[in-house]
């Protein structure tokens, strides 16, 4: 069964740092695409992260520098290391295999003093 589940997320301080984690089962995330997103309520799904099968990573400018993606392929398993977090990233966080449009259930990051 094709399956992602992200872990990590919780309350940090802004300017605080955090890492998320995506288990992959049922697929190896080396040989995919694979993305994380955000959501608050009231907007769009927002693309923040994309790893190509390469290893090329792409960010919106709104994350550059802050956020990083890899992959560590023993664990099969995509993170997302946070830094410098600021109120407005506040969303839940999903992670995502584009192809096919596979979704994880969500985790929720909240920065707040």
């Known amino acids: 069964q094709v399956q992602l589940v992200e872990s990590g997320g919780g309350l940090v301080q802004p300017g605080g740092s955090l890492r998320l984690s995506c288990e992959a089962s049922g697929f190896t995330v080396s040989g995919y695409a694979m993305a994380w997103h955000r959501q608050t309520p009231g907007k769009e799904r927002e693309l923040v992260a994309l790893i190509a099968t390469g290893g090329h990573s792409n960010y919106p400018d709104s994350v550059r520098v802050r956020f990083t993606i890899s992959l560590d392929n023993a664990k099969n398993t995509v993170y997302l290391h946070m830094a410098n977090l600021a109120p407005d990233d506040t969303a839940v966080y999903y992670c995502?295999?584009?192809?096919?449009?596979?979704w994880g259930q969500g985790t929720q990051v909240t920065v707040s003093s």
């Open positions: 995502n295999r584009p192809i096919a449009a596979i």
